[in-house]
């Protein structure tokens, strides 16, 4: 439990960090206010043509007795949407992230060298162009499983009690893991760390990453909180990777530890 709470408070630290830098917080919100408006848009054309793609994609269903047939296509246009909002929730980081990579880097390497004892921050050394293909990949990548996830996730809200009680909570439990591994991936990156690698590392303190990553897909889920939480959610999920290497933390980096990392993982990770 103690890890929850360490997750929790990276979190915050990270939306400090931002409030006290605020050239940082500003450039760190256009990529965010690019992505939202992008996706509005997205979402307000299938709220307004979803049921006519809906009457499209069913026509087995014109023959229908009232109320049947309402009730039949009101419930998959529904389901579309909630599908629409879901991907949305999932994709926006990793969007945001790719439009915006110079920004966030920039941002990372400054709290980085922040909070480093001896003030340097880790550097790819990669030209622009190979890290947005690395980005992009590995985005699409935890896409595909984060989708998997939510289709079986999907299937099993249809189960009476545990569908409409369990599955939400575990839901929000995974969406709260991709979402760290995309915004950790920033710092993970910079340093020569794999996907797999960062997976592996990241399942290896679930607790701490659910302590980050839940509270602040639930927070995502209000309409704009992500574009303005994102430049502070950036700074905490480097401050969460360095925890995670083991790396050596100014300002109370004792105070959000809870177990060291394994040497094997933290060895693996850096490959």
């Not at 994709?91 to 880097?105: C, H, K, N, R, S």
């Not at 293909?133 to 099993?156: K, Y």
């Not at 995309?182 to 020569?192: H, K």
């Not at 933390?249 to 394994?262: K, Q, R």
Request: no cysteine; charged share 15%.
């Amino acid at each position: 439990m103690r890890d929850l709470g360490a997750g929790f408070t990276y979190l915050l630290k990270g939306q400090r960090w931002v409030a006290g830098h605020g050239k940082q917080y500003g450039f760190g919100l256009l990529p965010g206010l690019i992505t939202l408006v992008l996706y509005i848009a997205a979402l307000t054309t299938l709220a307004l043509w979803g049921e006519d793609a809906v009457t499209w994609a069913t026509p087995f269903a014109n023959d229908w007795s009232s109320p049947w047939q309402g009730i039949f296509r009101g419930f998959l246009t529904a389901v579309l949407f909630a599908l629409a909002l879901l991907l949305a929730v999932l994709t926006f980081t990793a969007v945001t992230l790719l439009m915006g990579q110079p920004f966030y880097e920039n941002l990372s390497e400054k709290v980085d060298r922040d909070v480093s004892p001896d003030g340097t921050a880790p550097e790819s050394g990669l030209p622009l162009w190979r890290e947005l293909w690395i980005s992009a990949r590995d985005s699409l990548r935890i896409l595909v499983r984060a989708l998997l996830w939510g289709v079986l996730l999907f299937a099993l809200g249809f189960l009476p009690l545990v569908g409409q009680t369990v599955v939400p909570v575990i839901g929000f439990f995974v969406t709260g893991f991709f979402l760290t591994e995309e915004l950790t991936a920033v710092a993970l990156q910079r340093r020569g760390v794999e996907l797999r690698a960062r997976l592996t590392l990241l399942r290896s303190r679930k607790t701490l990453v659910w302590g980050f990553g839940t509270p602040l897909g639930l927070a995502f889920l209000v309409p704009f909180v992500a574009v303005f939480l994102m430049p502070g959610a950036v700074a905490g999920a480097t401050l969460l990777a360095r925890e995670l290497l083991g790396e050596e933390t100014e300002e109370g980096g004792d105070d959000t530890t809870a177990d060291p990392e394994p040497e094997d993982v933290t060895q693996q990770s850096w490959h």
